[in-house]
């Protein structure tokens, strides 16, 4: 006999929560179910806690993750992949993920190697880019999606694009237990009263000041009513606005002269406990303010115990009331209410009713039967033979790339230069222009040009020359920073900046549109070439090896810039010999921004020099980045959080796309070098890192702005979508194209 081995992920009891007491439900109906399965079931539970809250659990949670801890989450799926299960359960919820929207889950999910079914608590109507991206994402890795509304499965097909077949319609479970009405009203000694409850979590959205509005009406003509609210307020709300709705509700009471027909139980009570309540109440209601629940445990509690329920016709209840099973109201309309209430309470067999017809409901969806329903889909899942969830290894398919356009870089660049920053699509004037994104966007239209002859980038490409030269300095050294009213921010840029420009009029001199662009270019390259051999920056010495050899390219019989050239590249080795050990290849201690360039300027040189020990360098460091970056099937960019020490950890966050645009650059110069299709293969899946072959699995390409956003930080994608990132991903785009150009060729 062989044993079924599932992982639960959600909340988990003792934290007061409504999906922790659903995932305890779902364990307990699935591993406790003698009739679901043909086998025994075994599981446990990974209990997501909040805030640096500890609980003491039982013992079938083996793991707990932080919400906020990214690195919780990676130890959870290697933990979950070595535990010999079979399959993953997961219980969404927006709020109880970390990271923008829950974003971190997805670290999680894209490392399981086991499939999953996933419980959605939340699908939104109108969902942020975000929430979407990761509500879309989370579906797509999924093997089943379960949904417990009707209305559910539209919004996902409809608004997610997600595919039907993967959805499963499965009604929240409740409780098998079962109270005497007369029994549960004698033990809390409401023999003589009309009991109204509302119970669940407190906050504003809850509405409860509907039902005591309505409530003088109604206890005018039945003065025996009492209004039971049971339940503590939300910890999110308790955190962030203390009690201050439940003094409102209280004040109201007081004001309406209701205090002796209301009563407040501020606890957080056991389902046994809450059934005796719902057993010995006459009506139940839950008065939401809006219609954007799609599912609500409390109502399906009510309906399961056999509650008289009336609700405002929020989504879930507009389903689970139908066909006389419960009675609705409009939003915020107490008086509508008072007369529903009076008309039920002056009618006893229409109340007796709707509580007949909301138990024999109930009856089908008691836990044990939605456990079985579970224990079905796995069976299904497990028996179809799901492959393996690892990375796949890319595939190189030209028509994934969506279509090039430089639509966002124009909205970005006005007749001085291209803005640096942006708040999400929109300019941000206030940042200014900088050397370091003028002399990228040089570059990215000229190659534009040379490749496409897109009308567009042989508009733009003067503007950005222009700006390159109005930054330069009588010595050669250039300015960085221009404010929008075209003020200087500095006297001499970065040496980073410096490099860069030199590679774009390294790459201008040898793909000139016209001669007017040849001998600018070429003026400002030479009156900036005295400085060449004094940066101390490998990265700005890197930036100017390409620019160089770019240069050389159509002008090789230059013996003074191959010197220089030559000068420059051992000084990157001499940086290489002094850092590098067995278990370290690389130039410094650390492994910073921009990676690739320091190999990629090296495969320029090594291409032109034919030196053995500069391509010996190149090649090594090559593979070293190689295997920290791409270990697991996708490009992961060192974060530049804390950047990657030597003998330490190495950050994940924020991950920025020019990481991913030197990587693809130096594979392509490898490939040119060496004529090796493994590595047009290590290009495409780093461009992919902007598609969404990631850590997090998000695109950070924006398919309505043709944008980039601005990369990864902790909490999610930076929605920003300034110059570098967009000018990293077409340079990339650029590339990968004629990357596939070459390659036919070849083949």
Known sequence: MSVMKLAYIGTYPPRECGIGAFTRNLFDSMVNNDEGSKDPIEGFVVAMNDHEQTYNYPEEVKLTIRQEHQRDYLSAVKFINLSGVDLCILEHEFG???????????????????????????????????????????????NKIVVMSHIGIEFLTTIYNVDKKKIVYIEHGVPDIQFDHFQSKKEFNLENKKVLLTFGFIGRNKGIETVINALPKVIEKHPEVLYMILGKTHPNVLRYSGEEYR?????????????????????????????????????????????????????????????????????????????????????????????????????????????????????????????QKYIAIVNKILAGKPVSFTKKETVLDPLILPPFSLSHIKRLTDDTGIIQHANFGIPNLKEGY???????????????YRQKKDSLALDLSPIYLSYINYMQNKDGTFRNFLSFNRNFLDEVGSEDSFGRTIWALGYLIGNAPNDAYYQTGRSIFFNASPNFEKLQSIRGIANTMVGISYYLGSNSSDDSMIEKLRNLSYKLVKHYEENNSPDWKWFEPLLAYDNGMLPLALLHSADLLRDSKITETALETMNF????????????????????????????????????????????????????????????????????????????????????????????????????SSIAYLISHLTVLKAFEELEKIN
């Open 96 to 142: 109880i993920f970390g990271g923008q929207n829950g974003i971190h889950i997805l670290s999680l999910l894209h490392r399981l190697e086991i499939p999953f079914i996933v419980t959605l608590h939340t699908i939104l109507k109108t969902p942020s880019y975000n929430e979407k991206a990761v509500l879309a994402e989370i579906c797509k890795l999924a």
């Open 247 to 371: 003094n409102y509700l209280q004040h109201l009471v007081k004001r309406l002269k209701l205090n002796n027909h209301v009563i407040f139980l501020n606890e957080y009570i056991s389902q046994k406990e809450l059934f005796k309540y719902l057993s010995a109440s006459d009506i139940y209601v839950t008065p939401y303010l809006n219609e954007t629940q799609i599912t609500s445990g409390t109502l399906s509690y009510a309906v399961g115990a056999g509650s008289a329920v009336v609700s405002t016709p929020y989504w879930h209840a507009t389903e689970l009331l139908a066909d006389g099973r419960g009675r609705l109201f409009n939003f915020n309309d107490s008086e509508g209410l008072s007369n529903i209430l009076m008309e039920l309470l002056d009618k006893p067999d229409e109340l007796k009713m709707l509580r007949k017809k909301a138990y024999n409901y109930g009856r089908k969806i008691t836990w044990p039967k939605t456990g």
């Open 434 to 448: 900088c050397l370091d994104d003028n002399a990228r966007a040089l570059l990215m239209v000229l190659m534009a």
């Open 625 to 724: 980045l190689s295997e920290i970056t791409l270990k697991d099937g996708y490009f992961s960019a060192i974060g530049n959080e804390k950047w990657y020490k030597k003998g330490g950890a190495r950050s994940m966050f924020a991950q920025q796309p020019v990481d991913a645009l030197a990587m693809v650059l130096m594979y392509d110069q490898a490939f040119h070098l060496t004529k090796d299709k493994e590595y047009l293969t290590k290009l495409f899946t780093c461009f992919m890192w902007f598609l969404g072959e990631n850590d997090l699995g998000m695109n950070l390409f924006d398919f309505e702005t043709k944008g980039c956003c601005d990369g990864f930080e902790s909490y999610g994608v930076n929605r920003n979508q300034g110059a570098e």
